[in-house]
DNA sequence: ATTGAAAGACTGTCAGACAATCCTGTTGAC
DNA sequence: GTCAACAGGATTGTCTGACAGTCTTTCAAT
C-alpha cells in the first residue's frame, strides 16, 4: 500500500459514470421498488447511448441493485422483509468479524478518523436530514470494515449495504432511532479504541440486532 | 442466426448464453491468469455481437471473475495468495455459519441429497479425475448452502467460491488431499445429519482451515 | 543503447436499424 | 355485460458499421 506516487489514474469511462449516477439515483430512492426503468427515457435523461446504458445496467444487476428479466427489461427489485432479514443476517456476520479484527489492528491514524465519522454522525442525527445520516453513519461502518484486514470482507459487505440502505434511510427516521443509534456506535467504537476485541463484537451485534428491529419497524408501520 | 428448434421454456438471451459460457471457460482454465481477453476474438469465437459481449463481460466484471481495466480492456485477474487468503475467510465465516444453521433445519429429504453428494464425492475422490472431484465437491457445499434457510447467504457463497475455484483444483490435486477431504466432508455430514450445531460448525472450521492450508501449499509449490 | 515518432491494434462510444416480445385498448362473440 | 381474440404501439434484444481516443510495438535517428 504505497501511498501517492501512483500517476496511472485510470480515466472514467462512460460507462462508470452512468453506473454511478444510477446508482446514486437508486440509492437516493428517486425509482420507487418495483418501477421500471425504460432504457429510451433513461438514455435521454443521462445522455448516453444505449449500449452504454445497457452495459451499466449488467453491472447494476450483477450487484442486484436492479433486475432485469428478459424482455421486460430493468426494474427495481421490491425487498422483501424477507429478504431483506437475510441481508441484515449475514451483513451481522460480516460486521462483527469485523469490527472485532478492527479493534486489534487500526492504528492510531485510523482510529482518530473514525473518530471523526462517529462526530460526522452525531452531528447529522442531531438534524433531521436522514440521507446525511444514512451517509455519516456508511462513513463509520466504511471505515471500520477498511481497517479489518480483510478487503474482501469489505467488498461482500458494501454491496450488501448497498442493497438495504434504502431500508437504512427510513428506520432512521423512526422517532429517537439516530440518537439510540449514534450511543450504539460510540459504545462500538470505545471498545476499539480500547482494543478490546470481545467488547466489540458484542457492541457491533447488538447494534445491528437493534438496527434490524428498527427496520422491521419502519417496514411494517410504512409499506 | 442459429437454426430454429427452440423449445426454450424460459427466454434465454444471447446475453445470458455468453455469460454462462464464459463463466466456464474460465473455470475451466482455458485462459491463464492475467492473460487479456480480447474482445474481436471472443466475437468470433462465441458468434456474438461485440454489444452483447461487452455486456456479458461487465456482468463477469461485477461478479469479479474479470477485471476490465478502461483502454486496456478485461484480462482474467492474477490472485494473489493474500486475496486468495482474504476470500477462504469470509468463506469459513459463511460456511461455519450455513453448516451449523443447516443442521438445525435440514430435512430428511435433503439430508439424503447431501448424503448423495457426498457418496458421489468419494467415487471422484477415488479417481485422479480433480475436475470431477471439484464438481462433486462444489455440489455438497452448495446442498449445505441451499439449506441454511438464508439465500443471500448461499449467493454471496457462491460467489466467492466461483473466484477461488482455480485453486481448489490445484489443492485437491495434492498428494492425498481429496481423502481428507472426503474425511472431514463425512464428518460434517454426520454432524447436520445428529442434527448438532456445534459439532457442524467445528467440522465446518476444521474442513475449512485444512482446505486453505492445502491451497497455500499448492500455490507455493505450482506458481 | 536510448530516445522519439509513426503504425497498428484495441477499446470506448455512438447512431441506426429490425425482429421478437410484451402490454393495452378495442372489437367481437356468447 | 362479460370474456376472449386481436390489432396496434411500446419496449427490449441484437446486430452492423463507424470513428475517435488510447495503448503497445516497431523502427529509425541520434
Redesign the pocket.
Known amino acids: 500500500m504505497t501511498p501517492g506516487l501512483n500517476l496511472?489514474i485510470?480515466?472514467?469511462?462512460?460507462?462508470?459514470?452512468t453506473v454511478d449516477k444510477l446508482r446514486f439515483a437508486i440509492f437516493s430512492g428517486i425509482f420507487p421498488p418495483g418501477s421500471?426503468?425504460?432504457?429510451?427515457?433513461l438514455?435521454a435523461q443521462l445522455?448516453?447511448?444505449?449500449?452504454?446504458?445497457?452495459?451499466a445496467?449488467r453491472s447494476l444487476e450483477a450487484e442486484r441493485l436492479i433486475e432485469?428479466?428478459?424482455?421486460?427489461?430493468?426494474s427495481i427489485p421490491a425487498l422483501s422483509w424477507e429478504e431483506a432479514t437475510a441481508i441484515y443476517e449475514v451483513r451481522e456476520l460480516l460486521e462483527v468479524e469485523a469490527a472485532g479484527r478492527c479493534a486489534l489492528r487500526i492504528s492510531a491514524e485510523q482510529l482518530h478518523e473514525l473518530e471523526k465519522s462517529l462526530l460526522a454522525f452525531e452531528a447529522a442525527a442531531s438534524s433531521n436530514d436522514s440521507l446525511a445520516q444514512v451517509m455519516t453513519a456508511a462513513d463509520f461502518y466504511s471505515t471500520i470494515l477498511g481497517n479489518c484486514g480483510n478487503p474482501v470482507l469489505e467488498e461482500v459487505h458494501r454491496g450488501l449495504v448497498a442493497r438495504i440502505s434504502f431500508f437504512r434511510g427510513r428506520s432512521m427516521s423512526l422517532e429517537g432511532r439516530a440518537q439510540s443509534s449514534l450511543a450504539e456506535m460510540r459504545e462500538i467504537f470505545e471498545a476499539i479504541a480500547a482494543g478490546d476485541e470481545k467488547a466489540a463484537r458484542k457492541a457491533s451485534k447488538k447494534h445491528l440486532l437493534r438496527a434490524k428491529a428498527a427496520a422491521k419497524k419502519s417496514m411494517e408501520g410504512g409499506a
Not at 421500471?36 to 427515457?41: G, H, M, W, Y
Not at 445522455?47 to 452495459?55: A, F, I, K
Open positions: 496511472r485510470s480515466p472514467r469511462t462512460v460507462q462508470q459514470e421500471r426503468l425504460v432504457e429510451s427515457q438514455c445522455g448516453v447511448s444505449r449500449p452504454s446504458l445497457r452495459e445496467l432485469i428479466v428478459p424482455n421486460r427489461g430493468p
